[in-house]
């Protein structure tokens, strides 16, 4: 079946560009999960959303990221006034249930941000 | 605060070998514990993990894990490696008792497994 899809898989900014980062996450599943991986080191949590709702946002670097996940379904991830820090693979997971019940993440393929 | 320490950056070993890879970890409650290998250019795919009971797990391409408590390991290890085992390994932990849904990974370690 279809796993967790990103697009795009690479992107270029200009340093002080906004980007929008997609994630189609697996069909049904609850929770999506934005974490982001400089390189040679583990991914770092972003973001979670049950459904809809954002549940938790405590690891968004600063206010220029945002991330909405308006129907429950599809997610996106905006960067605005993008800086070279900004610069990592944005790895999207989706899980099937919600709350403590959330076991093992599925994971996209991510995509590369580099920001010139 | 949770935290996962991977201390070796880089393991070699020759195939048909075993092979291990270690993780400690640190949670205020109890941990949710998992494996995940990442192959280039590729996302996460997640391999085991310890939820609750028998200490030993045993999950995908013939990997398994022991969780032991007292020494707040969770090591990773194969009997045989394969040089298609060859990648990087991420642990990760979540605290079983804290209700949100921060998953922590480790740095990583690169398995080379030498034909």
């Known amino acids: ?116 | 605060a949770q935290s996962v320490a991977q201390p070796e950056d880089q393991v070699n070993v020759a195939e048909g070998n075993p092979l291990t890879v270690k993780c400690t970890y640190s949670v205020s409650g109890n941990p949710y514990l998992f494996w995940y290998v990442q192959y280039p250019n590729r996302g996460l795919q997640f391999l085991l993990k310890y939820i609750t009971g028998d200490n030993l797990v045993k999950g995908s391409y013939g990997f398994e894990a022991e969780f032991n408590k007292s020494q707040t390991s969770f090591h990773l290890k194969k009997p045989s490696a394969l040089v298609s085992d060859s990648a990087l390994y991420f642990c990760a932990v979540r605290d079983r008792d804290n209700y949100g849904q921060n998953f922590v990974f480790g740095p990583g370690t690169r398995l080379s497994v030498l034909p």
């Open chain 1, 1 to 116: 079946g279809a796993g967790v899809s990103q697009s795009p898989r690479y992107k270029v900014a200009k340093r002080g560009q906004d980007v929008a980062l997609r994630c189609d996450p697996i069909s049904g599943h609850v929770s999506l999960f934005w974490y982001q991986q400089a390189l040679g080191q583990g991914p770092e949590f972003l973001t979670y959303f049950q459904n809809e709702a954002q549940l938790d946002k405590s690891g968004l670097p600063s206010d220029r990221f945002f991330a909405e996940r308006p129907e429950g379904s599809v997610s996106t991830l905006k960067i605005q006034r993008t800086q070279q820090e900004d610069s990592a693979v944005y790895l999207c997971a989706s899980s099937l249930t919600g709350g403590v019940l959330s076991y093992e993440q599925y994971f996209g393929p991510g995509t590369r941000l580099t920001v010139t």
